[in-house]
């Protein structure tokens, strides 16, 4: 197999671990240590760390222009580094940055992208990826074609990040270039002062008629926040005024589509599964065996939801801690 | 007149004539112009066909106008109105001939015997609208129903009544004692009892009065007729005219425009009013039976049809004087000041949402205005076809129905899973063996888990009777009603459209379906396009096959129940019977009526697509009917729409009340033996 | 200010998806089409800027076969002025590159301020298409927008990264891809309906737009199989005798099974 190239990302003097996934990713298909890119102001201190995950040689690109991100800056350090180390295949975490950046670099190069890929192997120098399509309801195989460099992106928290004894990597600084980019970051803004809204978010964490009253929220708004998750409702409590309409998800609601949904205390009328009945995967929590929200659910726990629901919270937290 | 006292005397002579003339002159001038321009104004609405079957109108006339069938709903009323209607009828002949009488003395109405039995009926009749009106002002006064709004305008009228009565008595009672040969009052009571009262009066202040009171009789007679085109008693002249001209279409088809060929979409200026609007505007006489059991006036909503109907007069008397200028071409050169739009100006847009669509106020109404239903969809068709403005909630309905053909947008091939694992045969698996019934399942049955459930009910059902019947599977789609009654006429034409090309085909005559929505659309709302079918409501066709023997209900349910009637089952299509046959036809069941029920059953609040909606103000009206039906203080209720199955199971949790609902079809199977007769 | 959209036509969310005969596309025969969602949201906000600006066009593009004809339709029926149809005949599963240089050739034959995409395509769900043809315009490009302030010459937009909001200025003309929040998507007025059978969709064809990709063997990015997870599993009930522990086994079927936390 030809050499792997890995698109490293970081914010704020820390490497993102969907990068270290990838790294790994890549020392794992190719049997050994991979090449890296890293760019952004006075980020050599991380490299030493890249090299547990399997960079054999790290190309930094170290600027003040490159401090926040600009797709002419990192594409072009990517574009860089490849030029120096004509890799066969590119490795880029799907984050937001990494949507941006591997496009990009790979329409530069003519080349197609693998995209938001869940598992990656070798068919002899073949990539091969295996990513959902349509919301879930199938599953496509993937590979480059004709590219001439194959690029994929890996989903976050898909691939296990392996740290290993390993010799520190070699430097190899990219020229600077000229950044006069159209498209400038002016600054980011925190959203965690914000609640995400339903609509919006990933995972959502819903309460119904099952939690009795408007002063059990707490104990839903605690695992909302274990899991950072959006809030959100069911019709029935919204009309009996126990939260606001914003929340509704269902018919008449928001219609959500999230990675994760789960529904403490609802029972799973029509009105609500049509709210949010493409959700990827739907948990249940619910006293009523019986209860509609069942048949659509990939998990379930029949049971008093003030049991369940506090030691979900309890037990997502001590997951996210290891 | 039997009397021979030449009139001459009481107009004083030539002067009094010309005075007495120009006054009468002035007062039919001035009545007919105010009615011209009523009527020129309608001249300007949108046209509208109401000169059909004519025959059929005349019948509904006499029923309805001169026996005035609806106004007995409410006893007392009633009463009290055809006393005064029929003094009005009798009276009318009396005061114009003492207007002759004022012009050309000596002038008698009617000879010998005919003239005696005017005589006496006339002086019945006087007495009886003085009793009409005295049952009145006490209604008025003291009872005060809740739907009356108690205006002046109301007083002054029936003041007016009164005296015009009063003067009348009096004015000849004085006459009779006056110059006794001259009156027979054998023919008379009512004068003779005035006339005894006067034993003894002095000749000249018996004169005074007669004078005095024939002057203000016709005084106040010619007021009044003036006064009637710019008071709500405009009704007294339009409700005869407007009940001759009701709609004789069903009650549950909405008017079905071109909207290929149309250039404006609905109703959004008084010009976009159909003439026969406008009409209904002039006649309501503001009673406020539509108001009783209307939901949304019971809760708090903007829409009470009582004050949107006299909104839409008012607009329209408001756009007269320019409507008028147009007419006549004037008004050319100076462009009016902007007037404003019925929607957003006259009536609010929460008003025009607001409505369910439960006819109620329509099959209220005593000279069959159509208080809200056609008007506030053809407001809502402008909102939506002109637009585009709605809740935005409403857009999830309208794109579920566009691309999957049903409201909640579930999958369009998802339709027949739910008879996945029945023995149910689509047409087009049935194809060339003989159907008796199509089974139109509709979106609800489909997809909604308890509807899912009556489905099953009504297969099983029909099979032990060994119907012979299919569905039409994935080729089935949403009928439409939603659509349409959001005024989405373009969504629902383009459903209507493929389901009745569907249907026919696979040349379809008779077809069953347990949702009244879907029953009223295809009975009533599929013909004009070409859909002519025989339509049953699922208990329709049930109860007959109970009657039949073909269907056996033994199992017993000891319970209590009570019904609630679906507004598209009953009011619009006047199935009251079938699902009660069926309750009482299980053993065991007690049937107890709600004190609103039939025509008078209170709305669940889906109708008119509320069901997509969300019920942002006043008090939930599914709570409102809920806590009615808790009152019976029954087991369970009986619902025979999944709409109202929805609305009521909701309401029962939100309340947490004890009563427990069920499709009576759920009930019927329940209580079914099966029979295992192989055929 | 005058705006391109990109449209991609594709199947409802709530379609049964069925394996073709080839095994490496969708059976397509009982499949409900809409324009892909994130679209929508694009073509809103360039309807609305050229509102707020009293001028300017809207173009509405779409890449595909037929029937995406009908979905240019219902976006001339929203409001947009005219249509390009490239027209990628038997082709199946054209990859994001072909469409990307597809939309560039158009793009180049036209004056725009922005061109606007969905922030993916609905069912390949790749986000790829934007960034590429940014790439091949030689263009800025900014991502997620979930807010735009349009200025003279220049945006200031809020793009969704995550945990927090990077805001973006960037000159015209740009590409934007738009996500969920941005706007509320306005339903055709019948009026519109009417009018759009007026309205212009002019027809390209592919292969004139130099796009080698349209021959699979050129293809840079190719769907070798597609299969059907196992059908839906009934729900996997986990006893709920002790909370705790059904707590912590749920959780680890949501981390190693399904993958999504």
Redesign the interface.
Known sequence: MSKFLVFIEQRDGKVRKASLEALSLARRLAGGPVAAVLAGKGVGALVKDLGRYGAGVVYVADSDELALYSSQGYVGALDAAARKESPGAVLVAATSMGKDVAPRFAARHDSGVLADVMDLHLDGDRLVGSRPVYSGKARAEVDCGASPIQIATTRPNVFPAEAQEAAEPRVEALEPFEVAPRARVVRIEASETKEIDVAEADVIVSGGRGIKGPENWPMVRDLQEALGAALGASRAVVDAGWIDHQHQVGQTGKVVSPTLYVAAGISGAIQHLAGMGTSKVIVALNKDPEAPIFQVATYGIVGDIFQTVPELAKAVRAAKAE | MTDSIPTDRVIAGLLGRVVFGALVTIAILAFVYSVARRIRVLLAGAPENRFDRIPLRIRRTIEYAFAQKRMFRDLYAGIFHILIFGGFVVLVVRSLSLVVEGLIPGFVLLPGAAGNTYTLVKDVFEVLVLVGVAMAVFRRAFARPPRLDLTLDAWFILFLIALLMATDLVADGARSVLNPTAFDLTWSPAVAAVSRAFRGTAPATLQAIYESCWWIHLADLLFFANYLPYSKHFHILASVPNIFLMKLEPMGRLGTPDLENSERFGVSRVEDLSWKSMLDGYTCTECGRCRVVCPTALTGKPLDPRVFIATLRDAVYDATPEILAAQSGRGGDSPPAPRKDLIGGWVTEDTIWACTTCGYCTSACPVFIIPAVDKIIEMRRHLVLEKAEFPKEMQTAFRGMETNGNPWGMAASSRADWAKDLPVMTMAEAEGSPVDVLFWVGCAGSYEDRAKKVSRALVDLLTSAGVRFAILGTEETCNGDSARRMGNEYLFQILAQQNVETMNGYGIKKIVTNCPHCFNVIKNEYPPFGGRYEVLHGTELVSSLIAEGRIRLENRIDESITFHDPCYLGRYNDVYDAPRQILEAIPGLRLQELARSKQNGLCCGAGGGRMWMEEKIGTRINQTRMQEIAEAKTDSVGVSCPFCMVMIGNAREELGVETKPFDVLELARRSMVERSVER | MNSLVAIAYV???????K?GPDG?S?DES?V?W?VSPYDEYGLEEALKIREARGAGTVTVVSVGPERVKTGLRECLARGADDAVWVDTGETKNL???GV?KALAAVAKAAKFDFFWFGQKG???????????????LN??????V?HLDVGEGKV?A??????????????LP?ILTA???LN?P????????MGAKKKPIAEKKLADLGVPEADP?????????????APR?A????P?DD??A???E??????EE????
Not at chain 3, 11 to 17: A, C, G, Q, R, V
Not at chain 3, 186 to 193: D, E, T, V
Not at chain 3, 217 to 229: D, E, F, Q, V, Y
């Open positions: 199947p409802d969310t709530e379609s049964k998806i394996i490496s969708i009982d409900k809409i990859d994001a590159l990307a609905v069912g390949p769900d790749e986000s790829l298409v934007g960034a590429m043809t940014a790439e091949l263009l800025p490009h900014v991502a997620n979930v200031t809020s793009r969704e990264i995550e945990g927090a909001h990077e805001i973006v200025e960037c000159s740009a996500q969920k929040g509320e306005r339903y055709a007025s019948l009026k519109g309906i063997g050129a293809a840079k990015a190719r769907w070798r199989k597609l299969s059907l997870p599993q729900v996997k009930l986990i709920a909370p705790a059904a707590a912590k749920l959780v680890r079927l949501l981390r399904a993958k999504v936390i």
